[in-house]
């Protein structure tokens, strides 16, 4: 199986248990939504990140810092996406590629505080928007070089 051969694997997969589990999340208490986005969330987790999703931001800080020392930073929550993917679901695994690879894969370069300092911003009922995060957080993202 080659590597193309594998992502659209984790694709496929991905969106055959946003079509499969969607019923049961529409049914279910907050507890158990909560958890099957949980669940949900991992999967998106381990979908693959490109060059493309790249925003082309990095924070002040993060520029001024050792390449190696740098986070990647998605800029919507596993959480949030997986909510959003229930709510609107995908017709499509080239929709929910779409998505992911223009919204809910797009990341930015932070460091590793920052990181650690959005993920209180980026909770369900919290979050707003990725842009809001990072001012909450005190978070300027400029232009990578």
Known sequence: MTRGDKIESKFKVTFELIKNLRPTWLESNDYDKAFIETVLGATIFYL??????????????ASNIDKKLRVKEHQYPRKISSKELFINPPKSVEELKELYYNTYGVWNWVTKTENTSLRKHQKDGEFKSPEKSYNDCGIKLIQLK
């Open 48 to 61: 693959p990140t490109n060059k493309d999703s790249f925003s082309g931001m990095i924070s002040e800080n």
